[in-house]
């Protein structure tokens, strides 16, 4: 089992910056995906970034250039970081983990932070 903590949610106007932090403890393996998602009010889930294990990097194309992901392997922890945030990111930001091993895969996911930007 893996254990995801989400922490750094809050309320900002608009152009203004959050940090986001993930702790993950548990049966972490080697080889694995950190990702994080959000949930707005009646609208689907989605990806906003996700980090291999190795640092590569995917950003979804709305926030390119505003958010950027990074990772501490020796913490497990994850980070986002936002800036020059707009009201319509505002969403539950939710954590992932996929742990990886041959074709065997596993998705954990965390219970979320609001993050709520004003305009």
């Known amino acids: 089992q893996v254990q995801l903590v989400e922490s750094g949610g809050g309320l900002v106007q608009a152009g203004g910056s959050l940090a986001l932090s993930c702790a993950a403890s548990?049966?972490?393996?080697?080889?694995?995906?950190m990702g994080w998602y959000r949930q707005a009010p009646g609208k689907q889930r989605e990806l906003v970034a996700s980090?291999?294990?190795?640092?590569?990097?995917n950003y979804a194309d709305s926030v390119k250039g505003r958010f950027t992901i990074s990772r501490d392997n020796a913490k497990n922890t994850m980070y986002l970081q936002m800036n020059s945030l707009k009201p319509e990111d505002t969403a539950v930001y939710l954590c992932?983990?996929?742990?990886?091993?041959?074709?065997?895969?596993?998705?954990?996911w965390g219970q979320g932070t609001q993050v709520t930007v004003s305009s």
């Open positions: 980090i291999t294990s190795g640092g590569i990097t």
């Open positions: 548990g049966s972490i393996f080697s080889i694995n995906t």
């Open positions: 992932t983990l996929k742990n990886k091993y041959g074709g065997f895969s596993r998705d954990y």
